[in-house]
């Protein structure tokens, strides 16, 4: 009787565990393949009003972020789900033909182990597919910035600074593990004191940048934690932390003088 209760307590967290993955662990999820919610005419004609907003800014380097799911399925304070490096490029058409636009410089979940993450270039287009919402984040650095953030892009220190470790909440303060968000941050740092020392780059971390608490129940958290191998608790400490859009924007407007900060919305 004991072995069939505990059996059935069992059967019941593994279910609670799959109800929730779903939702509250979605604060930096970076999956390349998600489902489409928009006409293949809506997301390209979205990706080229992001292009166009980039271009008449300027950018040749800048932070994009997208809406995989809908804010009531985000812990409180958290609203984008993937962030990315926008970089002004010479794009290879299909064809053969040069055309200008934008790379974005991503990390990515392995679809089969999405504990582990691998760097991806692709665009706007691919970028957006798999969106909820048709919303997009953008952080446009000062210009300083963008030419540091062009030299490490291009150098081996952005793949030096990945860590194939992924967790949904990873704790930008900690190297054990990294997100999306983790990475970008690790990658403006890297610019901004133009260093490719790991320590150096946590330490300021540590010291000036302020990460968003991940409001979300215990329980679920550990339940998570146990049954979802894309969330891990073993960087955390008391409070779980993680980097997000809202806080990389803040951290810039604070820190990198002549930041701006954009919002895209479809045409009506």
Known sequence: MRYIQMLMLF??????????????????????????????????????????????????????????????????????????FAVYSEIVTSDGRKVPGYAIYNLYQ?????????????????????????????IIPSIELQKRLLSVINSPTYVALHNPNYSVIANPYKTSKQNCTAFVLDVINSAIYQTNDINIIKSNERKFFTAQEVNVNPVKLMMGALFSSEVAMSDQDDTPVTATFETISKYLVKFDNGAEILSVFPDS
Do not use: W
Request: glycine residues 6%.
């Open 110 to 138: 392995r679809e089969k182990s999405p504990d582990v993450s691998d760097l991806v270039q692709d665009f706007p287009v691919d970028f957006f597919s798999g969106v909820s919402v048709l919303e997009a984040g953008i």
């Open 11 to 84: 059967v019941f967290l593994f279910l609670y565990a799959l109800s929730i993955q779903a939702t509250d662990f979605s604060v930096g999820a970076s999956v390349q393949n998600e489902l489409a919610n928009f006409s293949p005419k809506e997301i390209v004609e979205f990706s080229k009003k992001v292009e166009r907003t980039l271009a008449a800014k300027g950018a040749h380097v800048a932070i994009l972020a997208r809406m995989g799911r809908p804010v009531s399925e985000l812990p409180k304070g958290m609203h984008f789900t993937h962030v990315g």
